[in-house]
Every structure is written in C-alpha cells, then in structure tokens.
C-alpha cells in the first residue's frame, strides 16, 4: 500500500467536508489505474483496506468517523421505529434485543455475516457500502466494466458465483447479506451532505442497478455520509426469518441467502409479505411473485413450496451458476416456514 494521511473527524460537518469523493470515483480513472488524489471516507475499514492491498484504491487520506458518537447508537424513535447508526457494529446489530425481538431475520443475517472477529469492527455502513467481491473487478488486470473498460469479464469467464437475475451488462452480485435483511423490511438510508442537508431515501432504490449506473452499486453522493439506517415500526403480527446457504459451513460470503418478512393475522393468514434474495443479483433482488403467491394465504408447505417456485421465474443463470436455482428455491421455501413460526 502506499503511504496516506490520517484523519479523525470530531462531527458530521468536519467528515463530509474533509470526505469530498466516493470510493467509486477514486477507482474510475480512464487508464485503468487506481486513483491518488481521491478522498475516502472511512467507515468500518475492512474492504477499505481490502481494495487498497489489491493495489485498486490509493487515497491520499482517510477520514476516521469512529470519534463521532451518534453513528454509533440504536436509538428507538417516537412512533416505533429503530434508527441504526451507520457506525453500529454488526456484532451489536446481531446482539441488540430490540432488533432480535422485532427485526428477527436483521439479527440472523448480521449475526451471520463473515467471522467473529469481523463482526466486532465491521460496520453497517460499511457493510452496505462495500464494492463487489467479483474476482474480475477485484483484479488490477482486468479493467471492467464497472472500473471504466469495455467488457464485463463474467460473462464469458468463471461466473459460478454471479448474478442469475437482472445481469444487464454486469453480473456481479450485491456484497451485502445485511442487505438483504434491510430492504425486506422496507428500511430507508439517511444520507448528510457537507453543506448539512439531510436525504433519506428507501434503501431499496439507494441501491443502483446496471442499468442505473454501471459504475455504482449505490446512490451516495460525493461530499455525503451515510448516517444511519432507520426501520419502520414493526407490528405485533410481524415475523421474519433469514437463511444463508455457503459452498461450506463457513465465513465466506453466501452463494445465497433470503429474507422473509411476513405480517399474520390473527387466523395466521399471510396479510402481506416480503422476500429478497441477496447473492442473486446486482442489488438485493424482491421476488414479487413469491410475495403475491404468499398474500391472503394460510403460510404452509404448499404455500411456501408455491411461493419459492414462483421466487425464481424468469431467472437467467449464466454458464456455470444454474446450481443456485434450486438452492434459491429450496432456501426460500425454508426461509417462509422458519418465518412464519418465529413468535
């Protein structure tokens, strides 16, 4: 790595002033080569630094945000819903009882996400904002799509661990398993600027999808922070689950995972629910069919066998990821059941 300036920022106004690029635009150069003169803002650190080893990011400064104590907090809000600070650990994600009590499948797919270790420094933040694990943009030889070039290696080289929907010029799949938890329940992001001003938006149109920007897998703006992630009011008949399928039983990220959210009657009818895939495509993907097969109906094995089937029509696999189609079924099928009887 090359040499950088360090910077602590005491609050929201210092950080997004000092914090003037995205880590996006510090790796788009036109020669393909990482970028120098890039500001980057630091959340948790950990693909920070991953990017910077793969000699793909070479930011003249980073801007600590660990020193300013409102990323750093969950916080019930007036009206019920949960404000999550961007700096939030997942370990204290997975651990809070008030996200285990009403945000069950945020809970299991924070408490999931890579080791241990990991999850006492990585940040949800940077959790969200982390670039794709691709091999092919991972690699300083081979100057994709995403970083500026002319191809998207991935569809004619090893795509086993790509996208199987909405690959419209890029088949990388969403990093974030927390993700998906987070867009299944409808969460919005707020994002602060460095003049102060303040945007929330849904979290689920945060993220971009190739056809929105090739280069970007997130709407944050140079100049902003993304704050905190805030979850709506969870009612009494709410319940949710999320599972992970990995190639092995370990910390590596997932060739599929699913969240479900269902809100039940009293009857135990499904009035509404809410099923995203992650590791499916470029952005947390909702299976709105599975969602309307579920709706109106009495949660069951042919409910939720129904439900999973319609979960993956219309999928495209690319050359070497077929496989994931019936594990995505089989894990969506599960996903349901282990929500609906999540008290």
């Avoid at 994600?93 to 945000?103: D, F, I």
């Avoid at 924070?110 to 990991?118: V, W, Y």
């Avoid at 929105?212 to 997130?218: C, G, L």
Wanted: glycine share 10%; charged share 20%.
């Amino acid at each position: 790595m090359n040499r950088f300036e360090w910077t602590s920022a005491g609050d929201l106004a210092a950080a997004a002033r000092a914090g003037s690029g995205t880590v996006a635009d510090a790796m788009l150069t036109q020669s393909g080569q990482p970028g120098t003169n890039a500001v980057i803002l630091k959340a948790g650190g950990i693909d920070l630094l991953d990017l910077m080893k793969e000699g793909l990011l070479s930011p003249r400064r980073l801007i600590n945000l660990r020193g300013i104590p409102e990323l750093g907090r969950i916080v019930e809000e007036p009206g019920g819903a949960l404000r999550i600070g961007s700096m939030v650990t997942l370990a204290q994600l997975a651990g809070h009882p008030l996200v285990r009590a009403r945000y069950n499948a945020l809970a299991e797919a924070a408490g999931q996400s890579a080791s241990p270790q990991i999850r006492h420094v990585a940040t949800i933040g940077g959790n969200l904002l982390q670039r794709p694990r691709c091999w092919y943009f991972r690699s300083l030889h081979h100057h994709c799509l995403r970083k500026g070039g002319e191809a998207c290696f991935a569809f004619a080289g090893e795509n086993q661990y790509h996208a199987v929907f909405g690959h419209n010029g890029c088949a990388i799949v969403h990093p974030s398993t927390a993700a998906t938890a987070l867009v299944a329940f409808n969460a919005t992001a707020e994002l602060v600027s460095a003049e102060g001003a303040r945007r929330v938006v849904a979290l689920e149109t945060f993220f971009l999808t190739p056809d929105e920007d090739i280069a970007r897998e997130n709407d944050l703006k140079p100049g902003e922070i993304l704050t905190a992630v805030v979850l709506p009011p969870s009612g009494p008949g709410v319940r949710s689950a999320h599972l992970r399928q990995g190639e092995t039983d370990s910390f590596d990220w997932p060739i599929a995972d699913v969240a479900a959210v269902l809100d039940m009657d009293t009857d135990g009818i499904c009035r509404q629910a809410s099923v995203v895939l992650g590791a499916a495509a470029p952005v947390p993907y909702r299976a709105k069919a599975a969602q309307s097969a579920l709706a109106g109906k009495r949660i069951s094995e042919d409910s939720a066998r129904s439900a999973a089937q319609a979960a993956i029509a219309g999928a495209a696999p690319l050359s070497k990821n077929a496989y994931k189609l019936p594990v995505f079924e089989a894990l969506v099928r599960r996903t349901i059941l282990s929500a609906a009887s999540h008290a």
